[in-house]
């Protein structure tokens, strides 16, 4: 069964500094990862996926993240934090290959990123 | 193109009432899903479809029921609410890639209440 882990439930980072977002994931056979972000009383918006090639994936708002299959991690990152990147962060993953299941993903708990001035 | 739609965004209801919540998507996609997102839990999935007629279960599927007559709706119905159902949620979509590299899109949220 595939299953992916957010260790972290908040990150805070100070504006202009890096930030990173782990997430780690589970599955049988090579995984197509997720990264979604949430604002406040808003639907999920996709930032970025990484199905196969190179492991370091650019995505939506300067987004990045990188794709480790020996660690099995999909950390986001980001080279400069901005105050209107605070939200919540989704990692989510799905395992190629399953027949039926409607492509189904399963998703993490979320990390809330909190960027200060 | 409005992308994934519903309504309404928020509901109280009482104990023992019914109700729809609606979705809808103009993206003509074959794949609907409908998750329930709880405080501390991520997103769980009540329940999903492949195409208009096809629909199936998810992680968390009691207490709800869902159709699918066209490709472009995908209602998901509450029986006899219960407070356990007070939740936000949230209908999605995807194009249905071959090896599944498609990626979902999701509308803004119902935030239900029941009391």
């Known amino acids: 069964a595939q299953s992916v882990a957010q260790p972290e439930d908040q990150v805070n980072v100070a504006e202009g500094n890096p930030l990173t977002v782990k997430c780690t994931y589970s599955v049988s056979g090579n995984p197509y990862l997720f990264w979604y972000v949430q604002y406040p009383n808003r639907g999920l918006q996709f930032l970025l996926k990484y199905i196969t090639g190179d492991n370091l994936v650019k995505g939506s708002y300067g987004f990045e993240a990188e794709f480790n299959k020996s660690q099995t991690s999909f950390h986001l990152k980001k080279p400069s934090a901005l105050v209107s990147d605070s939200a919540l962060y989704f990692c989510a993953v799905r395992e190629p290959g399953l027949t039926g299941g409607g492509n189904k993903l399963t998703f993490g708990t979320g990390t809330q990123l909190k960027v200060e001035l | 193109n409005a992308g994934v739609t519903q309504t309404p965004k928020f509901r109280i209801l009482k104990i023992g009432q019914s109700m729809t919540l609606q979705c809808a998507q103009d993206?003509?996609?074959?794949?609907m899903y409908w998750y329930r997102q709880d405080p501390g839990m991520g997103l769980k999935l009540i329940y999903y479809?492949?195409?208009?007629?096809?629909?199936d279960k998810g992680e968390v599927p009691n207490g709800y029921n869902v159709s699918r007559s066209t490709t472009e709706d995908f209602p998901l119905r509450l029986e006899l609410a219960a407070p356990s159902q007070t939740s936000v949620y949230f209908c999605a979509s995807s194009r249905a890639l071959a090896g599944g590299a498609d990626t979902q899109y999701f509308g803004p949220g119902t935030r239900l209440t029941v009391l």
């Open positions: 993206m003509n996609h074959n794949y």
């Open positions: 479809s492949v195409g208009a007629g096809i629909t």
